[in-house]
């Protein structure tokens, strides 16, 4: 058996939805091969307002809204006794200033549903097993389907949205080491009995335990939430014993929420993912492109990765409609620079909270309001307004003002 598709899309994450959804509003034929039967658990909990941009824009918002996913505000952040509490409508660059924190099997089933309303053809649990890509950028994909049995694709374009599948970059040989540290984490779900009333049971928390190692709290609306620990690899691995047993001696760490989840059931077995920062040699190529986790992922520590992974395939989209129009497409100057200048920014706020930069300009007080609100729209995802200081200057701005910071701290300890 033999299908010809204009796109083939491989996943139905957030990423492979929202190219779709694009693609379908413009009249393109498009095809998504899911691995996956769906609902299914990935991680990724805590949205960016930026992404309610790509969400309005393709028509897949108003199906999210109609759910009652609990409402992210901001992010608080913990260190000792000292909180940092970042409220996005205090954001300097316009836009979204809310998004949710949502439990991704239910968030992402929408998200496929809605793209199957809208008429896209997706094969659940079917499997990506190779792809040829001819010089003319035209493709030979072999997708294996539930039976075992494998049938042939031809496409003139492939979007890989295959998140930690990974399947172009280890078919092409793409994969890059990441510039980042080697850090791991290890995470659940709890049904949140402890939970207490008002805000501080639905604020999500980054409880900062030292420069490596911090501990989000994600409540959901459905009375669950999410909990998980991030550090190097090599202090993640220095707790023995089953991964429940090790998250259960790693709550010990977080003093404000040790009492909250001492006692509260695992909904299951937790979950640990290695090494999890991820990078590629190149973001798109003759006949297909790399979107969200596929193309790189950096760390969770500011929740980038959906909004990350709904602008790449958004902007790839675009590109591709260019393409199946006749236009001229830069894929160089659209994609590649402009994904990477986002990326960029990120990167240096991932590098510099582990350097403890970051957690310096977090946690001094007296805070200072316009850096607080400048970083604020970085944390909001608005990471391409260069208007705003801290994304101008990513790669200085938050060294020299730490250094400043920690200079006035010693002068005052030597008075
Ligand atoms: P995914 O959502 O992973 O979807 C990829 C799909 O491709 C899957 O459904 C999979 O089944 C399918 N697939 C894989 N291989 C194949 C194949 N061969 N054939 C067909 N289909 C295939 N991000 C945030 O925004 N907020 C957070 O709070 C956050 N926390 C995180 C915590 C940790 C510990 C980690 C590691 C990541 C976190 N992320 C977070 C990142 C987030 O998980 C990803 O960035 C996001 O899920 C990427 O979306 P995607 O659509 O690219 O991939």
């Known amino acids: 058996m033999v299908t010809n598709v204009e796109v083939l899309i491989i996943g139905a994450g957030p990423s492979g939805c929202v190219a779709a959804a694009h693609l379908i509003n413009e009249g393109v034929n498009v095809k998504i091969i899911e691995k996956n039967k769906f609902p299914r658990f990935v991680i990724g909990e805590s949205l960016l307002p930026r992404c309610m941009d790509h969400f309005e824009e393709v028509g897949l918002l108003e199906p999210l809204q109609k759910i009652g996913f609990e409402i992210k505000r901001g992010a608080r952040f913990l260190k000792n006794d000292v909180v ?168 010990k760490l977080s003093k404000y929420y040790y009492n909250r989840f001492k006692d509260v059931e695992f909904s299951f077995e937790p979950k640990c993912i290695k090494n999890y920062s991820k990078s590629v040699s190149q973001i798109y190529g003759k006949g297909y492109a790399l979107t969200g986790n596929s193309a790189e992922f950096l760390d969770p520590v500011f929740s980038s990765g959906v909004t990350f992974a709904t602008e790449s395939a958004l902007a790839a989209a675009k590109l591709v409609v260019k393409e199946v129009n006749g236009e001229t497409a830069d894929w160089e100057k659209d994609y590649d620079s402009y994904i990477k200048e986002g990326v960029g920014v990120f990167s240096s706020y991932v590098k510099e909270w582990y350097t403890g930069n970051l957690q310096t300009l977090f946690f001094h007080r007296p805070e200072n309001p316009e850096v607080k609100r400048q970083i604020c729209a970085v944390l909001a995802g608005y990471v391409w307004d260069k208007t705003n200081p801290f994304v101008k200057k990513h790669n200085r701005a938050i060294s020299t003002l730490a250094h400043m910071l920690n200079m006035m701290e010693n002068e005052k300890a030597n008075l």
């Not at 999500?204 to 550090?231: A, M």
């Not at 690899?233 to 014993?241: A, R």
Request: proline content about 4%; aromatic content about 12%; glycine content about 8%.
């Open 84 to 251: 940092c509490n970042f409220d996005f409508s205090k954001k300097f660059t316009e836009g979204w200033d809310w998004t949710w924190q949502v439990p991704r099997a239910d968030f992402d089933s929408v998200l496929v549903n809605e793209i199957i309303k809208k008429g896209a053809d997706v094969q659940f649990e079917q499997e990506v097993i190779d792809v040829k890509i001819n010089s003319n950028g035209k493709s030979v994909i072999d997708v294996k389907d539930k039976s075992g049995e494998v049938y042939t694709i031809n496409a003139n374009f492939i979007i890989d949205s295959s998140g930690y599948g990974r399947v172009l970059p280890r078919i092409l040989g793409l994969d890059k080491p990441s510039e980042l540290p080697k850090h791991s984490s290890i995470f659940t779900h709890v049904k949140d009995i402890n939970r207490p009333e008002g805000e501080e049971g639905t604020l999500i928390t980054f409880d900062v335990l030292d420069t490596n190692t911090w501990f989000w709290v994600i409540p959901f609306s459905n009375g669950n939430t999410s909990i998980g620990f991030v550090s190097t690899t090599e202090y993640i691995d220095s707790f023995k014993g089953n991964n429940t047993e090790r998250l259960k001696e790693m709550l």
